[in-house]
């Protein structure tokens, strides 16, 4: 991938050439320049010219090499010219020729690009294509052995033959692989579809839509026949199939639909047709498949059992019948299939040509996650290249990127989100409300949407909390990065398996999930290494020479995720680690985050988790130009001085997870006005104040303030707390979570005059009292209600209390009476969920089901146990 290589470099430059212009000056600057000037133009080349640089290998992976080799370049001198400072006189001699040494290697590199970009105008230039992309053709469906779609293929065809008389569109839609044109197949060929529609249309559409084409194909099928209809203008044609089917009764099926411009043109092709026309569509695009404006059909995944026996049709073929001692390896083989008719197919041909015997069998059992898929990768390439084509280019590789994580890792969305920005995957928008973590967001949000990512929970508002991805998928993702170089996986299992380090000078990302203590004893060491993360399943032990040696084997690592990897200290040594952007350790005892990782200046995540309560942040990160997160699991206590001036001073500062109540003072506040998302756990009561407002009118002045959440450990000494009658959280805020506050039912009037306010969580008896009375005109825009563990008994509301709510959570309220009747009045009302709570309580959930106006109303009732 050229572009984003290219894109990161000219964003690196201009921060240097802007923020640190007393690191270059003379012919240094001169020749970093020089280097800008060449990879704009690099850049606008490609831009113009990228497929055909996708299918040119040998061009793409020169050119990234050498683009990479220039940001290897400008690192090494950046930390060279950090080393000079505090040096003595004859290490800054040695350091200055290091430095002339760079800048020669910078304007050698720059020379090469140049010499590339000119070669690859010229292999781009119209007089030396001798090809064009060509359309991708129809895939062949396996008619006679199909399993476990029986149920889905009946409630679709009974859908397809109903009595109405008007246009009905039917989506399919669901992850490649998963068997849409297999499902759509079997529909088309339903006696029942044949005897409904006497005209059936297969049109195959592709991402290389050609609207003439469709039509032709339309033509073709109905009078077998398109002479002198090629030479017809685009109107013309759309006409005349409007009267070939307007008195029809027909079926078109649009396989692998990519936009919803062809079904726009069908559409307006059947307009006149009130005969009961239907179209049949196949996507993976959640949104295509919403824009029909009917109830998609989501292909489910095939149960164990149905991929056994699909295995036993494949393998066995006719003979039904398979060995007892076959039979339960085979379902544990069928298991790891994981739903996937796919990945039943690709196991089948593995299994096929060996004997019936147990061993061959253990055999294909023993490699099936680790070497099937990949053998047999060029198919499972085939399956995912187009809808990796249909990508962007940023997107490309933030899809691949999921390949970084274990197989059947469950990936945080925060977390990717994170590692995306610090790895240089997401750009600014146009837009300057778009931050790099709601461009970040739109692109995991697009990934699901293409069914491309397996969505596991949601958060309380219907966002992306985590999600993985299935193994063949996972597959496309490790290769096809291997291939762009995006990332490189080490599989270790002993030490000669190892990269030597000429090998790992060509790698730019490394993930290890095993053997890491054994990987660094045999002292590796890369310039070129940017990227190195470890999300081994189990806890890894490293003492503090081996920390040492990892921070000296890569000096210019960006990213550092080693969660999974504890931690006797954190090393004085990464100091020079000057590029670092993102860090996520693990230390279990660590009390004290060190002054020194307040040096850090190019860091923007910092992610510390310990057993500890709670920690000190000796480290002024207020001071630090590109911190935007800061993630702990123990409630921090902020570094600050009274001696320093109450400013702003960068304001990246944009998530405080858990802070300490105390540290919420008007110094540390002034300094983040920017922030986000704040977590505050400790002594609430500090906070809010006894008996007048304490830090939290502090917290009030954080302008930019969208989440907060109070968790308050200190209910047990029975201090009541109190809520002032003014509003003391910002108006900015759309989430609020509560936990163990125990304030009265009466201050939640004080929340409903916040106006944003969009989720409301109260945890473990945040609010405590038999009674609920709801105010009205509060909570105007407030869509989500959480209450989870309370004593509540009655709750009076109505719609007028909570008038665009969507979602009711009640969980472990053991007491409540009644939900009230009259939230059936609320139209935007969709769902209700209870867990644990009485029947009563359930009775009226049902109550307002029956009664309810919206159309998607859910009622979920269930018990924990």
């Not at 081996?546 to 080693?562: G, H, Q, R, T, Y």
């Not at 009037?749 to 609920?772: D, Q, T, Y």
Request: aromatic letters at 8%; charged letters at 25%.
């Amino acid at each position: 991938m050229v572009e984003p290589a290219v894109r990161l470099l000219i964003q690196k430059l201009n921060q240097l050439l802007l923020e640190k212009t007393d690191l270059f000056a003379g012919v240094i600057k001169h020749v970093i320049e020089d280097l800008h000037l060449e990879l704009q133009r690099l850049r606008s080349f490609v831009e113009d010219v990228s497929w055909r640089l996708n299918q040119d290998f040998d061009l793409n992976k020169k050119t990234i090499k050498t683009v990479n080799e220039a940001e290897d370049a400008v690192d090494k001198l950046v930390t060279d010219t950090k080393l000079i400072q505090n040096q003595g006189i004859i290490i800054e001699l040695f350091l200055d020729m290091k430095i002339e040494q760079s800048a020669m290697k910078i304007k050698s590199i720059t020379d090469k690009l140049r010499v590339l970009r000119r070669n690859g105008a010229y292999l781009c230039s119209p007089f030396f294509i001798s090809e064009v992309p060509v359309e991708k053709e129809a895939p062949i469906v396996e008619e006679d052995e199909v399993v476990g779609f029986d149920g889905e293929a009946n409630e679709i065809v009974n859908r397809l033959v109903d009595r109405s008389t008007g246009l009905e569109v039917i989506p399919i839609v669901g992850m490649p692989g998963l068997g849409k044109t297999t499902l759509a197949n079997k529909i088309f060929k339903d006696i029942r579809v044949e005897r409904k529609f006497p005209l059936r249309i297969w049109i195959y559409i592709s991402q290389s839509y050609n609207r003439r084409q469709l039509f032709l194909n339309i033509i073709r099928k109905c009078s077998q026949n398109t002479i002198g209809h090629h030479e017809m203008t685009f109107e013309v044609l759309v006409n005349q199939v409007r009267k070939l089917l307007e008195k029809k009764k027909c079926l078109i099926v649009l396989d692998d639909l990519w936009t919803c411009t062809a079904l726009d043109d069908i559409g307006s092709a059947l307009r006149r047709n009130v005969r009961g026309s239907r179209i049949l569509l196949t996507t993976q695009d959640t949104s295509v498949a919403n824009y029909c404006h009917q109830r998609p059909h989501y292909l489910k995944f095939l149960t164990d059992s149905e991929c056994w026996e699909l295995i036993k049709k494949k393998v066995l073929r006719k003979d039904k019948y398979c060995p007892p001692d076959l039979e339960q390896l085979g379902n544990c083989i069928a298991k790891k299939c994981m739903g996937l008719p796919f990945a039943v197919l690709v196991i089948a041909k593995a299994l096929n040509g060996k004997g019936e015997t147990r061993a061959e069998w253990e055999q294909v059992h023993q490699r099936v996650s680790e070497d099937i898929i990949s053998r047999d990768f060029e198919i499972t390439k085939r399956l995912l290249q187009t809808s990796y084509d249909s990508l962007d280019l940023d997107l490309r590789a933030c899809f691949l990127y999921c390949g970084v994580f274990p197989r059947g890792f469950e990936i945080p969305a925060w977390k990717l989100v994170r590692l995306w920005i610090a790895e240089g995957l997401i750009t600014e928008g146009l837009h300057v409300n778009d931050t790099l973590e709601n461009i970040a967001d739109h692109y995991l949000d697009e990934l699901a949407r293409m069914n491309l990512v397996m969505v596991s929970q949601c958060s309380s508002d219907d966002r992306i909390k985590t999600f993985h991805v299935h193994d063949i998928i996972h597959e496309f993702c490790r290769q096809k990065a291997s291939e762009e170089n995006l990332f490189q996986e080490v599989n270790v299992g002993v030490e000669h398996s190892f990269p030597r380090k000429g090998e790992l000078a060509k790698y730019r990302r490394i993930c290890i999930n095993s053997s890491v203590v054994e990987f660094v004893s045999t002292k590796p060491y890369s310039e070129s290494i940017s990227s190195f993360l470890c999300f081994s399943s189990e806890n890894i032990m490293i003492s503090p020479n081996e920390v040492a040696i990892i921070s000296k084997a890569f000096p210019l690592v960006k990213v550092f995720d080693v969660e999974s990897i504890k931690f006797d200290c954190f090393s004085p040594k990464f100091l020079r680690l000057y590029h670092l952007r993102y860090i996520a350790f693990s230390n279990d005892s660590i009390k004290v985050l060190p002054k020194f990782i307040g040096d850090l200046w190019n860091l923007q995540t910092l992610i510390v988790v310990t057993q500890q309560k709670t920690i000190d942040i000796q480290a002024d990160i207020f001071n630090m130009p590109k911190l935007r997160h800061l993630h702990t699991n123990a409630s921090a206590k902020l570094c600050f001085r009274k001696s320093s001036k109450l400013v702003s001073v960068h304001g990246s500062l944009q998530t405080l997870s858990t802070v300490e109540p105390e540290s919420c003072t008007e110094h540390v506040v002034a300094r983040c006005q920017n922030m986000k998302k704040l977590g505050i756990r400790g002594k609430i009561a500090v906070l809010l104040g006894a008996n007048k407002a304490g830090q939290i009118v502090n917290v009030n002045k954080l302008k930019c303030l969208e989440k907060l959440k109070l968790i308050n450990d200190d209910h047990l000494t029975g201090l009541e707390l109190h809520l002032p009658s003014e509003i003391i959280f910002p108006k900015s805020l759309r989430k609020l979570t509560l936990s163990g506050t125990r304030l009265h039912w009466k201050y939640m009037g004080i929340l409903g005059k916040l106006e944003e306010l969009e989720v409301l969580k109260l945890k473990e008896n945040a609010f405590v009292g038999s009674v609920w009375v709801s105010t009205e005109g509060g909570f105007p825009s407030l869509e989500v209600l959480w209450i989870e563990r309370t004593d509540l008994i009655s709750w009076g509301a109505s719609s007028n209390h909570l008038p665009i709510l969507k979602r009711l959570v009640l969980i472990h309220c053991d007491k409540l009476a009644e939900v009230p009747i009259e939230l059936a009045d609320i139209r935007s009302l969709r769902r209700i969920e209870l867990v644990d709570t009485t029947s009563e309580a359930a009775e009226c959930a049902r109550k307002i089901e029956s009664c309810s106006k919206c159309i998607e109303f859910k009622l979920s009732i269930s018990d924990s146990n």
